[in-house]
């Protein structure tokens, strides 16, 4: 739920919900414009924040942060 914006860019489900995985599954299934649009947004999503630049800009402001406090 940190990373998914339900409904555009994947589809969120509750733990040890199978009736709403399957339900899910058939909707994207009978919806393939549907599919195509949320995994090109999941796309451009990691790409766009999930990068080595990202993280390391990221773990930088960690580091900084944790040596500030001390």
């Known amino acids: 739920p940190e990373i998914i914006d339900n409904g555009v860019d994947g589809i969120l489900v509750a733990p040890k919900d199978s009736g709403g995985l399957t339900s899910s599954i058939l909707a994207l299934l009978d919806d393939p414009a549907s599919a195509k649009r ?11 924040k999930f990068t080595w630049d990202v993280a390391a800009i990221q773990l930088k402001g960690i580091y900084e942060r944790l040596l500030s406090n001390h």
């Open 38 to 48: 949320m995994g090109e947004a999941a796309r451009q999503k990691v790409e766009s």
